[in-house]
C-alpha cells in the first residue's frame, strides 16, 4: 500500500491556476490508479480526476472538464494536478488516493489516501 503525501495548495484569485502535486512512496507505485478527490466545508467528497497507472487513460468530473489536467511520472512517483481557470467553486481539501485497478470515480474503491491540501479561490 503506497503512502501519500498532497503539497501545492494555496490561496488563489479566480482565474488563476495551481499545480498540486502528490507524491508516493512505499507499495507499487507504477501499478496503481491514481486520483484526486476533494471536499468543501459541508459537502460531501466528490471525484475530480482519475488517471490509470499506465498514463493513457483518465477520467474527470464534469465540472472541472477542460480546466484541470491530470498527469503522473511514474520515475518521480509523483501525480499532478494542474488546474486553470480556477473558481471559487473549486475551494476545496484536495485528496490525493491510490488504488491497485482500472480507472475508478468511486472514493470506496481507494484503499491509500493523502491528508489532503487546501486549495482556496477567491471571487
Known amino acids: 500500500q503506497v503512502q501519500l503525501a498532497e503539497s501545492g495548495g494555496g490561496l488563489v484569485q479566480a482565474g488563476g491556476s495551481l499545480r498540486l502535486s502528490c507524491a508516493a512512496s512505499?507499495?507499487?507505485?507504477?501499478?496503481?490508479?491514481m486520483a484526486w478527490f476533494r471536499q468543501a466545508p459541508g459537502k460531501e467528497r466528490e471525484f475530480v480526476s482519475s488517471i490509470h497507472w499506465s498514463g493513457g487513460y483518465t477520467l474527470y468530473a464534469d465540472s472541472v472538464k477542460g480546466r484541470f489536467t491530470i498527469s503522473r511520472d511514474n520515475a518521480k512517483k509523483t501525480t499532478y494536478l494542474q488546474m486553470n481557470n480556477l473558481r471559487p467553486e473549486d475551494t476545496a481539501l484536495y485528496y490525493c488516493?491510490?488504488?491497485?485497478?482500472?480507472?475508478?470515480?468511486?472514493?470506496?474503491?481507494?484503499?491509500?489516501w493523502g491528508q489532503g491540501t487546501q486549495v482556496t479561490v477567491s471571487s
Open positions: 488516493a491510490a488504488r491497485l485497478g482500472g480507472l475508478s470515480r468511486l472514493a470506496s474503491e481507494y484503499l491509500s
Open positions: 512505499g507499495g507499487t507505485f507504477s501499478w496503481s490508479t
